[in-house]
């Protein structure tokens, strides 16, 4: 059972514009969340990351939203081509970190 | 080192033989992640540990895969009997704290260990 959800496997989005990567998940327990991106053949690295009881960080070109019961989202504004990469949601547990499947996004000139 | 070393980088290994990751965390870091990105799959929770002790050992596939982690720092995962669907990239964590802590909570990876069978 997949606990953190990555819905959109992919995303293209044009240079200069927003991109809105999603991830939901299932287990209220969760007390902090995390995004990681990957470059190939790297490993991922750390992007931002929200407590549970806040719904807003931003960091630069980067803002992590968590207002809606069991989702987040990530915002990029605006996306240039470096951003292109496969993004992980992550989730904080107990014991261990449960990442999502992750979003390629694509960006585009 | 300043960050994750995970060796090899790859290795390719043939069906039927054992093989053995390795990975040095971030010096001081006490809790210790390996995870596994299979061919167009996401990350794939395999094992965590604090200090030298695995409290979560649900995310090994099978009892082929073993960890251990000695003097709090370097850990090795070994696959014994290595099958085709073992290949994948195993990636390695370390973080400061436990994640239950708010601070420095965030996990830093290695380049990870691209492992093929055949």
């Known amino acids: 059972d997949q606990q953190v959800k990555q819905n959109s496997p992919s995303l293209s989005v044009q240079e200069g514009r927003i991109s809105i990567l999603n991830c939901d998940y299932t287990n209220s327990m969760f007390d902090y969340f995390l995004w990681y991106k990957k470059y190939p053949a790297e490993g991922p690295t750390f992007l931002i990351s929200?407590?549970?009881?806040k719904d807003k960080n931003e960091d630069g070109r980067f803002t992590v939203l968590n207002k809606s019961a069991k989702h987040l989202s990530l915002h990029i504004v605006p996306s240039q081509p470096g951003d292109s990469a496969v993004y992980f949601c992550?989730?904080?547990?107990?014991?261990?970190?449960?990442f999502g499947t992750g979003t390629r996004l694509q960006v585009f000139p | 080192g300043a960050g994750v070393s995970q060796s090899p980088s790859n290795k390719v290994t043939e069906k039927g033989k054992d093989v053995e990751l390795r990975c040095d965390p971030i010096?001081?870091?006490?809790?210790l992640y390996w995870y596994r990105q299979s061919l167009g799959q996401g990350l794939e929770f395999l094992i965590y540990f604090q200090g030298n002790s695995a409290p979560d050992k649900s995310g090994l596939p099978s009892d082929r895969f073993s960890a251990e982690r000695t003097g709090g720092s370097v850990s090795t995962l070994t696959i014994q009997r290595t099958q085709q669907e073992d290949s994948a990239v195993y990636l390695c964590?370390?973080?400061?704290?436990?994640?239950?802590?708010?601070?420095?909570?965030?996990?830093?990876f290695g380049q990870g260990t691209r492992l093929t069978v055949v």
């Open positions: 992550a989730a904080g547990a107990t014991d261990k970190l449960i």
């Open positions: 929200i407590s549970s009881i």
């Open positions: 010096s001081g870091h006490t809790a």
């Open positions: 964590a370390s973080s400061l704290q436990k994640p239950t802590d708010h601070m420095n909570t965030e996990a830093f």
